[in-house]
C-alpha cells in the first residue's frame, strides 16, 4: 500500500540482529533479497564494515517503523535519535503472550516514546496501554501471518516434515522471566530421533541467538560440543537447518513442530498441524 501510493516515498533500512547464528552480512543479503523480492526496490545498508551507518548520511525521514528495539538502543537507530527526526511506530516482532509481570517487552521504557504501538491482540493491547499511557496503542494482528493465505496449500506429499525450534535461553539464566529453553538437555535426544526415523524429514529451525546463547552467554556448550552437534546433523541426509527470517512457508509445508520458542506457539498455529512444546 505504502509503495503505491504516492503521499509516500518508502525506504527500507536493514539492520542486522545482534550475536545471531549467522554473520552480519549473511543476514543483510538474507533480509535485502527478502525484501526485493516482495517488490521494495529502496533499500539501504543501515550497517556497513561492522558498524552502524549514521541516519543523516542516507535518508531523512518523518515516520519510522521499528520492529525491535534493544538490540541497536545505543546505535544511531535508537528510539532516542530516531525521535528527534520522526515519528516512531513499534510493530512488534514477536507475540509477546507473556503478562509484564514475566516478561519486560511491554515495559521497556524506549516504548515510552513511540506515537504508535501496533499489537498483536486486544489481550497484548491492554498491556502495552498499560504500561505505556501516554502512546497510541492499536490492535492490528501479526501481519507476518497473512503469508499463510500464499502458502496455505503447502504440503509435502511424500515425506512427513517435522520442524524443530529451541529457544536460546536455558534453565537457571539470569533472565528469569525467559529460562523456558531446554535445548541444552534436548539436542542429543533430537539427534536419536533423527537417526531412528529416517522415513520423516527434520528441520532444525533454532532461534537466531541460540548459538551464541549455549556457548558465551549460558554456557551450557563448549563451541566445539555446538560444532560437533551441527556436523553431526546435518550428516544425516533427512536434516536440513533453516536460518532464515522469513518462515511461514516452512509453517505451511510442515507436519508438525517441536518447539518451546514462545511466539511460535501464536505463528504455527494457522498452519493447523500438531505442535508438541516442550
Not at 20 to 38: G, H, P, R, T, V
Not at 134 to 148: E, F, H, N, Q, R
Amino acid at each position: 500500500t505504502l509503495i503505491k501510493d504516492s503521499k509516500f516515498k518508502l525506504q527500507i533500512v536493514l539492520i542486522p540482529v545482534h550475536l545471531a547464528n549467522i554473520s552480519y552480512d549473511e543476514q543483510m543479503e538474507q533480509m535485502e533479497k527478502f525484501f526485493l523480492s516482495k517488490g521494495y526496490k529502496n533499500i539501504v545498508y543501515g550497517f556497513k564494515g561492522g558498524k552502524f551507518v549514521n541516519h543523516d548520511k542516507i535518508f531523512t525521514t518523518n515516520i519510522s517503523f521499528f520492529v525491535q528495539n534493544w538490540y541497536f538502543a545505543t546505535s544511531p537507530f535508537s528510539f532516542a535519535n530516531m525521535k528527534k527526526i520522526s515519528k516512531i511506530c513499534y510493530m512488534p516482532y514477536s507475540a509477546g503472550i507473556f503478562k509484564p509481570s514475566v516478561n519486560p517487552t511491554f515495559t521497556y521504557k524506549e516504548l515510552g516514546m513511540c506515537s504508535y504501538i501496533f499489537t498483536v491482540n486486544g489481550y497484548v493491547n491492554d498491556f502495552y496501554k498499560e504500561h505505556n499511557p501516554k502512546v497510541t496503542c492499536i490492535p492490528s494482528g501479526m501481519l507476518k501471518l497473512d503469508d499463510y493465505s500464499i502458502y496455505s496449500d503447502e504440503n509435502n506429499k511424500e515425506r512427513k516434515m517435522i520442524i524443530y525450534s529451541p529457544h536460546w535461553t536455558a534453565e537457571n539464566t539470569e533472565q528469569k522471566y525467559a529460562s523456558f529453553g531446554s535445548f541444552d538437555v534436548e539436542y542429543k535426544d533430537f539427534l536419536k530421533l533423527i537417526k531412528d526415523f529416517k522415513n520423516i524429514d527434520f528441520v532444525f529451525k533454532p532461534h537466531p541467538r541460540l548459538e551464541y546463547s549455549m556457548v558465551h552467554e549460558v554456557k551450557k556448550m563448549t563451541q566445539e560440543e555446538w560444532d560437533n552437534f551441527t556436523k553431526e546433523m546435518t550428516s544425516q541426509k533427512n536434516c536440513t537447518i533453516y536460518n532464515q527470517g522469513d518462515y511461514i512457508k516452512l509453517f505451511a509445508k510442515s507436519d508438525g513442530i517441536i518447539n518451546n520458542s514462545i511466539s511460535f506457539i501464536a505463528e504455527y498455529q494457522p498452519s493447523n498441524k500438531p505442535m508438541f512444546f516442550l
